[in-house]
């Protein structure tokens, strides 16, 4: 078991560039989580998937975010267009198909200029 | 909906202290309750959790929490703080969702910052 992974782990864009994050979750789990994280506040929760179905989406998500998990393992988040408040952690979590733990990754740190 | 309450933003105590977090959530029935813990720079980690039975919970690292429904309070603690304490914790809430035990978002409070003064 190495754990939930998440690449790149820091990113630094301009502007309006796009921008696009994976996720590796542990093995067996079939349920993947995004969530963010701005300075100073806890995790907020972001979107869902159960294996590639995308169960829930939070307001959070606008439509420049989208969400991803083709073959119900690793997923991607991308951001279109990035605004200065897109700036945060994004950290994806995952866990067995009941659900009650989840295990997160380290994070990707994004900076948007 | 649900929600999380950590009263205090941050606490300092000196090594060998002991430490209580307090966490005091909002949730329609009895919750899944979570404690995590996040180095600087660092993803989450798993402290403990209650689902039921006993109220109190033992997690890694020597921490412990009591689940008290009539407060609604899910509070940290742990006998004698070590250096490497230093970090901030998050206290969770879960839902449970009506088919069936399990559950998909967690609600977060805003944390508290743990400073360990040698």
């Known amino acids: 078991d190495t754990g939930v992974s998440q690449d790149p782990r820091h990113k630094i864009t301009k502007r309006g560039q796009n921008v696009t994050f994976r996720c590796d979750p542990i093995?067996?789990?079939?349920?993947l989580y995004w969530y963010r994280q701005t300075l100073g506040q806890g995790p907020e929760f972001l979107t869902y998937?159960?294996?590639?179905?995308?169960?829930?989406k939070s307001r959070l998500l606008s439509d420049r975010f989208s969400a991803e998990r083709p073959k119900g393992s690793f997923s991607t988040l991308e951001i279109q267009r990035t605004e200065q408040g897109d700036s945060a952690m994004y950290l994806c979590?995952?866990?067995?198909?009941?659900?009650?733990?989840?295990?997160f990754g380290p994070g990707t740190r994004l900076l948007v200029l | 909906a649900q929600s999380v309450t950590q009263p205090d933003i941050h606490i300092t105590v000196s090594e060998g202290a002991s430490l209580e977090l307090r966490c005091n959530y909002s949730?329609?029935?009895?919750?899944?309750l979570f404690w995590y813990v996040q180095s600087p720079g660092q993803g989450l980690q798993l402290l403990l959790k209650?689902?039921?039975?006993?109220?109190l919970v033992q997690g890694i690292k020597g921490f412990e929490a009591e689940f008290k429904r009539s407060q609604s309070s899910f509070n940290l603690r742990k006998p004698s703080v070590h250096w490497s304490d230093a970090a901030e914790y998050f206290c969770?809430?879960?839902?449970?969702?009506?088919?069936?035990?399990?559950?998909?978002?967690?609600?977060f409070g805003k944390g508290t910052l743990l400073t360990v003064n040698p």
């Open positions: 979590a995952s866990s067995g198909d009941w659900g009650e733990t989840q295990y």
């Open positions: 093995s067996e789990h079939n349920r």
């Open positions: 998937f159960q294996n590639e179905a995308q169960l829930e």
């Open positions: 949730y329609g029935a009895t919750p899944y």
């Open positions: 209650y689902f039921s039975g006993d109220t």
């Open positions: 969770a809430v879960g839902a449970r969702r009506r088919s069936g035990g399990s559950n998909y978002k967690l609600t």
